[in-house]
């Protein structure tokens, strides 16, 4: 119990949250009816963040056209829940820059692979079955491990022994398990969006993206983003030099939004993907 204890008081030292985007987050939680030219407002009062959520709403691989020029053109694009998980990953990026150590197990290249590896998969697989807004499960990817941030920052060493766990050949949940007694990146990435204020079906999606039946609602998001990870987490697990017996889509039960020929296909694609996206997050 003594691991569990370290995080979790640990967790409280994390750096103070920006009042302005406690605000924005805020007025998206609690006036659902505020008009764009009022939020764009509140966005571009905040250093950096109307460029980049512009330059990301252009991104060729989100948006072909690439017309874009305001915060509102943003918004009738990529849609106001899209535009918030943005604004999280912003913020979270500021909070918990993660820098390459080579002697750490954890590697950071790889995990913000594994994140665009969900994105790229998600976006893919929305669009293969004709989900409306692709463009918010690709933002979903940026964010769902935003647990992983979190804990890199408070306690990387637990993390380290995690990844170690990992490559010794223990599944995630397992290795969790084992290093922190009881929490797990899901539950830390939900606390965390909690703490910010975010709405509440983004700190569900973070919260069971490995347990996409739990919630209630948003069934179709939660699907396609638990379906996006496991894709990625087998890239991923490449990246780290882990070899696989098995592929996961050797066992894959068909969902509604993925056949395993999609799986495997999408599988087969997603290093490439990757490629495409990295210049712009990496």
């Given at each position: 119990?003594?691991?569990?204890?370290?995080?979790?008081?640990?967790?409280?030292?994390?750096?103070?949250?920006?009042?302005?985007?406690?605000?924005?987050?805020?007025?998206?939680?609690?006036?659902?009816?505020?008009?764009?030219?009022?939020?764009?407002?509140?966005?571009?009062?905040?250093?950096?963040?109307?460029?980049?959520?512009?330059?990301?709403?252009?991104?060729?691989?989100?948006?072909?056209?690439?017309?874009?020029?305001?915060?509102?053109?943003?918004?009738?694009?990529?849609?106001?829940?899209?535009?918030?998980?943005?604004?999280?990953?912003?913020?979270?990026?500021?909070?918990?820059?993660?820098?390459?150590?080579?002697?750490?197990?954890?590697?950071?290249?790889?995990?913000?692979?594994?994140?665009?590896?969900?994105?790229?998969?998600?976006?893919?697989?929305?669009?293969?079955?004709?989900?409306?807004?692709?463009?918010?499960?690709?933002?979903?990817?940026?964010?769902?491990?935003?647990?992983?941030?979190?804990?890199?920052?408070?306690?990387?060493?637990?993390?380290?022994?995690?990844?170690?766990?990992?490559?010794?050949?223990?599944?995630?949940?397992d290795a969790e398990k084992a290093v922190l007694k009881g929490l797990n990146h899901e539950l830390i990435g939900a606390w965390f969006c909690q703490k910010t204020g975010v709405n509440e079906n983004i700190a569900n999606v973070v919260q069971y993206h490995h347990t996409p039946f739990i919630p209630k609602g948003n069934a179709d998001?939660?699907?396609?983003?638990?379906?996006?990870?496991?894709?990625?987490?087998?890239?991923?697990?490449?990246?780290?030099?882990?070899?696989?017996?098995?592929?996961?889509?050797?066992?894959?039960?068909?969902?509604?939004?993925?056949?395993?020929?999609?799986?495997?296909?999408?599988?087969?694609?997603?290093?490439?993907?990757?490629?495409?996206?990295?210049?712009?997050?990496?």
């Open positions: 119990m003594e691991g569990l204890r370290k995080v979790v008081n640990s967790l409280g030292r994390i750096p103070e949250i920006r009042p302005d985007f406690k605000e924005i987050f805020s007025i998206l939680k609690n006036q659902p009816s505020i008009s764009e030219d009022q939020l764009s407002k509140r966005i571009n009062e905040i250093d950096g963040l109307a460029d980049f959520i512009i330059n990301l709403s252009n991104n060729k691989y989100i948006n072909k056209a690439g017309e874009i020029t305001s915060i509102c053109g943003a918004l009738k694009f990529m849609g106001t829940p899209a535009i918030e998980n943005l604004i999280l990953f912003f913020m979270t990026k500021k909070l918990f820059p993660i820098k390459t150590e080579s002697n750490r197990a954890f590697d950071s290249e790889s995990f913000w692979k594994h994140c665009l590896g969900t994105s790229a998969a998600g976006m893919i697989l929305a669009k293969r079955n004709n989900y409306p807004e692709p463009q918010r499960i690709f933002t979903y990817g940026l964010i769902h491990d935003i647990g992983i941030s979190v804990l890199n920052y408070c306690e990387p060493e637990y993390l380290d022994r995690v990844i170690t766990h990992i490559k010794n050949g223990l599944e995630m949940s998001e939660h699907e396609i983003l638990y379906l996006a990870d496991l894709i990625s987490s087998e890239y991923y697990y490449t990246l780290l030099g882990i070899s696989q017996d098995q592929k996961f889509y050797d066992k894959f039960e068909p969902f509604n939004y993925a056949t395993k020929k999609d799986v495997m296909e999408v599988s087969l694609m997603l290093p490439k993907e990757v490629e495409k996206l990295q210049k712009d997050f990496i």
